[in-house]
T-cell receptor
Framework: EADIYQTPRYLVIGTGKKITLECSQTMGHDKMYWYQQDPGMELHLIHYSYGVNSTEKGDLSSESTVSRIRTEHFPLTLESARPSHTSQYLC???????????????FGPGTRLTVL | KNQVEQSPQSLIILEGKNCTLQCNYTVSPFSNLRWYKQDTGRGPVSLTIMTFSENTKSNGRYTATLDADTKQSSLHITASQLSDSASYICVVSDRGSTLGRLYFGRGTQLTVWP
């Protein structure tokens, strides 16, 4: 099992609150990712990072922001939570490319966020 | 448009039976295809990975096949167990960028009954 951790696992919060979802990995991976997943739907990439001080927006527009100050840590922040942010958020990290094989991503257990 | 379609959407089988899940994709240029298993409330875990030159890959009771010409893949599960109950996600990667863009299917929800 991959050494990638997310906290909290479950979060129920009121509208307008600021929240930070934590993600950390102990594998020394440079690349890290945040995905959003609704029940029965595919994963959507919302943020990714190539390394320290590198952050990029993914394919799905998101009001969240991320930071990458340390290699092992990639937190996601919502300044003002809304019911539309209710979803599962999955963090992943990947090891370097090997020839034709693009990065194998290792996923954390996810944070189930509910905004009331 | 690059897409990954999986079928069936859900499947119920009895313990000990075999089953086959399907994945069709339109991703181009193709790099590799992965099957992931996602238990309820957990993150996906990689089962198999195949490049365009590989047409079959096994991992225990899981056997994946790939036909790069027809852009189809299947995941065959042999002698199913209760612990196989999960969502199985097909993920296709392109070679169009350094990131190695991943395209996710919506998954097949497999339920194994005793």
């Amino acid at each position: 099992e991959a050494d990638i951790y997310q906290t909290p696992r479950y979060l129920v919060i009121g509208t307008g609150k600021k929240i930070t979802l934590e993600c950390s990995q102990t594998m020394g991976h440079d690349k890290m990712y945040w995905y959003q997943q609704d029940p029965g739907m595919e994963l959507h990439l919302i943020h990714y990072s190539y390394g320290v001080n590198s952050t990029e927006k993914g394919d799905l527009s998101s009001e969240s922001t991320v930071s990458r100050i340390r290699t092992e840590h990639f937190p996601l922040t919502l300044e003002s939570a809304r019911p539309s942010h209710t979803s599962q958020y999955l963090c992943a990290s990947s090891e370097p490319n090997r020839g034709l094989i693009t990065d194998t991503q290792y996923f954390g257990p996810g944070t189930r966020l509910t905004v009331l | 448009k690059n897409q990954v379609e999986q079928s069936p959407q859900s499947l119920i089988i009895l313990e000990g039976k075999n089953c086959t899940l399907q994945c069709n994709y339109t991703v181009s240029p193709f790099s590799n295809l992965r099957w992931y298993k996602q238990d309820t409330g957990r993150g996906p875990v990689s089962l198999t990975i195949m490049t365009f030159s590989e047409n079959t890959k096994s991992n225990g009771r899981y056997t994946a096949t790939l036909d790069a010409d027809t852009k189809q893949s299947s995941l065959h599960i042999t002698a199913s167990q209760l612990s196989d109950s999960a969502s199985y996600i097909c993920v296709v990667s392109d070679r169009g960028s350094t990131l190695g863009r991943l395209y996710f299917g919506r998954g097949t929800q497999l339920t194994v009954w005793p």
